[in-house]
């Protein structure tokens, strides 16, 4: 999961968990606590987006003009990769028990799941989306294998409308139950 972003987390793990994701061996789970990593990230890259803005308005060259924007959609969609990751640590299961359990676990996701996740966490923005991603996420991380390439591609795929249609139809369900 957190392969893709080595070069923005690395310099903001403590010494602990660098070793941890240096072995290869971090999960979710072991951030949990952590938020304040995801916070410093969003702000490095916020900083890192304001200045492409700033610098694109004083550039003259259309080329750097359109290099300089396209920097500026790529940090973008890793401000919201970011967040997504941050939040799904709500609902990483964090007890000692699950930490153990998953460290002695030798099973770990699809690098195939974990580059779709990111392409779809770093293009859509909507809560629900990010919401159900940050879901996934947690359950990938806690059990690699339960959630589906196509059941994570649904998601990216699905529209605002259908998923509010698809939740308003199971939501009478239980209130009907």
């Known amino acids: 999961m957190m392969k893709p972003i080595a070069p923005i987390i690395v310099p903001f793990l403590p010494e602990k968990m660098l070793n941890k994701y240096l ?38 060259d259309p080329f750097n003009i359109v290099q300089l924007a396209e920097n500026s959609r790529i940090t973008e969609g890793y401000i919201n ?3 997504t990751l941050k939040r799904s640590l709500f609902y990483v299961n964090d007890s000692p028990k699950c930490i153990k359990q998953k460290n002695n676990s030798q099973e770990f996701g699809s690098p195939t799941w974990y580059d779709m996740f990111r392409e779809i966490a770093m ?10 991603l940050a879901k996934c996420a947690a359950i990938e991380d806690e059990s690699p ?3 589906t390439l196509k059941t994570l591609w649904n998601i990216g795929i699905l529209e605002t409308q259908s998923f509010l249609l698809l939740s308003l139809f199971f939501d009478s369900g239980i209130l009907a139950y």
């Open 23 to 60: 072995q290869g061996k971090m999960t979710l789970a072991m951030l949990k606590n952590h938020e304040d990593i995801f916070d410093k990230i969003s702000l490095s890259l916020s900083k890192k987006l304001e200045e492409y803005h700033v610098n694109s308005l004083a550039e003259d």
């Open 81 to 83: 990769y970011i967040s």
């Open 123 to 132: 293009r859509r923005c909507e809560v629900w989306r990010r919401d159900l």
């Open 145 to 147: 294998g339960t959630i």
